[in-house]
Nanobody, 116 residues
Framework: VQLVESGGGLVQAGGSLRLSCVAS????????MGWHRQAPGKEREMVAY???????VYADSVKGRLTISRDDAKNTATLQMNSLKPEDTAVYYC???????????WGQGTQVTVSS
């Protein structure tokens, strides 16, 4: 599975960004899609994921501000980020888990920087 992310950048606190991840190499309907992030000096953490059935799960720190969605027709997962905070600054990685063998795949990462 190949994952290509786009949409990172620099934004002021309170602003919005939209991250996209396009998957190829496996039927998209067999993938759980998610986003993780890693801030400098910290471990990588789960931000949100959406199952093949459309169920969504979020980290407590982002609930109500970030929204994950998927478009199976476009093989795309999207993370809409609103009301961004400086502590959201990190490299964001798209992740997919294939249901057939439970293997994880990662994108190259995209930088999100929120200035105060």
């Amino acid at each position: 599975v190949q994952l290509v992310e786009s949409g990172g950048g620099l934004v002021q606190a309170g602003g919005s960004l939209r991250l996209s991840c396009v998957a190829s190499g496996s039927p998209f309907s067999t993938l759980i899609m998610g986003w993780h992030r890693q801030a400098p000096g910290k471990e990588r953490e789960m931000v949100a994921y959406v199952t093949d059935a459309g169920t969504t799960v979020y980290a407590d720190s982002v609930k109500g501000r970030l929204t994950i969605s998927r478009d199976d027709a476009k093989n795309t997962a999207t993370l809409q980020m609103n009301s961004l905070k400086p502590e959201d600054t990190a490299v964001y990685y798209c992740n997919s888990k294939r249901l057939t063998n439970w293997e994880d795949y990662w994108g190259q990462g995209t930088q999100v920087t929120v200035s105060s």
